[in-house]
């Protein structure tokens, strides 16, 4: 069903979707031969494989079958997998890595790869890239900038996400809202969300246009500042908390609270909790920023729903926020087995292989061809989704300050449920990070 292809890499910027398509035979032909040349003298080796693939189809079906098609063109290499569920995998892998019992492929998250590159947990990949000529502009530019740490690759991408903003068209009737113009700025989500919300007798939510409410939306404090134009760290990533755009973002957040009301927020999320699957898909919010995937949940359980997918609403240029799960060699000092991990690396994040994981997982591959493939492209919703990735950028890594982003979450709690003036809630924020930066 397989067969070997060499994936082709572009280093850059830009959109992100969710995976696979084919490549002519002169490609394939290339592509056999270069393997042949780098593999065809090499021991017997085998390669331990850590995902986080534990149940299902992937689990079950597409990984066996993906790996016994690489081991059928690589008969010297033998890949074992094993897959660990999201919650357990980072304790296992980092408690492995620290007791220098890696795996030596294993996936990881695509945010933080420069923090292990820095700590020289990983094997460098150029070496290998201009010993295979292996062209890296298949793969999404914002993805591969991910992927560097001092001039140098340490992984390959195999998913990300973007935020989008989901309206439902059927609540736009409903409230007199032309149904396939969504907002296009703050003002506008607004004054959509004033016309769309629905209250009952009581005073409690019947229908909600629309909240950044964390619990309720899969948007950040940073993500919204993003959109406002606002920036966390300057050219010589000095902090920038205080930036009024940044401030404008959590006063943005605020407003929503202020205008449904604490106790009816509360009572709403606690509604959210016991819902089948979240008040967008189950009609009760009209609008929500979440991540692609969502469409896959909408077309299981509601593939009559009558809803659109459009560019985060902003202020200056449009932006949206990417993340998503990488491939790396983790360095066990054995190159036999690096090398080996190298050729399976290549082939699991090739078109081919990627466009299979598309189709079952709905997520957004790092490889263009296999996002932008005709049989997915033809998808309108789908082709929304992957034009953000022009749009799409990642948080920057600060190695001072890893997760500084998490420090948001902090200021969004202490305004929303401490009653904390936005300011002072982000001036801490900022303190936290000039100490960390100057530490």
């Not at 690489?70 to 357990?88: A, K, M, Q, R, S």
């Amino acid at each position: 069903m397989f067969k070997n292809k060499k994936s082709k890499i572009m280093l850059g910027l830009t959109s992100v979707t969710l995976l696979l398509a084919a490549c002519g035979n002169a490609e394939e032909d290339t592509t056999k031969d270069a393997n042949v040349d780098s593999a065809s003298d090499v021991e017997e080796v085998e390669i331990d494989f850590w995902h986080m693939y534990t149940d299902g189809v992937m689990a079950e079906e597409v990984l066996p079958e993906v790996i016994a098609a690489f081991e059928d063109d690589n008969p010297h290499i033998t890949v074992n997998h094993l897959g660990t569920n999201f919650f357990d995998y980072w304790t296992k892998l980092n408690t492995a890595i620290a007791g220098q019992v890696a795996p030596d492929l294993a996936m990881n998250d695509s945010s933080t790869v420069p923090a292990r590159a820095a700590n020289n947990i990983l094997v460098p990949l150029n070496q290998y890239i201009e010993a295979d000529d292996f062209d890296t502009s298949v793969y999404y530019p914002v993805l591969m900038d991910a992927m560097e740490y001092e001039g140098d690759y340490y992984g390959i991408a195999n998913d990300t996400d973007v935020r989008v903003l989901y309206w439902n068209k059927e609540h736009f009737r409903e409230a007199g809202l032309d149904p396939d113009i969504p907002p296009k700025n703050w003002e506008e989500l607004i004054e959509f969300t004033e016309l769309l919300t629905k209250t009952n007798d009581d005073g409690s939510i019947q229908q909600m246009g629309f909240t950044p409410d964390m619990w309720l939306s899969n948007i950040q404090v940073h993500t919204l500042a993003w959109t406002n134009g606002g920036e966390f760290w300057d050219e010589d990533l000095n902090p920038t908390f205080m930036d009024p755009k940044n401030l404008e973002a959590v006063e943005f957040i605020k407003y929503f609270q202020d205008f449904y009301g604490v106790e009816e927020m509360s009572a709403f999320r606690s509604e959210a909790g016991v819902m089948d699957h979240g008040p967008f898909v189950d009609g009760r919010l009209s609008m929500v920023m979440d991540v692609g995937n969502l469409t896959r949940t909408i077309l299981r359980e509601k593939p009559d729903m009558d809803y659109g997918i459009a560019t985060l609403p902003h202020a200056g240029d449009p932006v949206t926020y990417s993340a998503g799960f990488n491939y790396e060699i983790i360095d066990n000092g054995d190159d036999a087995k690096a090398r080996a991990s190298w050729d399976f690396l290549k082939y699991i994040t090739s078109e081919e292989v990627q466009k299979r994981f598309v189709e079952e997982t709905g997520s957004l591959s790092s490889n263009r061809l296999a996002a932008e493939a005709d049989e997915f492209m033809k998808d309108e919703n789908w082709a929304a989704i992957v034009a953000q990735m022009e749009h799409a950028r990642f948080i920057e890594f600060i190695p001072q300050h890893p997760n500084w982003n998490g420090s948001l979450v902090t200021v969004q709690e202490a305004v929303l449920s401490d009653g904390i003036p936005v300011e002072e809630a982000m001036l801490e924020a900022q303190n936290q990070a000039e100490q960390a930066v100057n530490q």
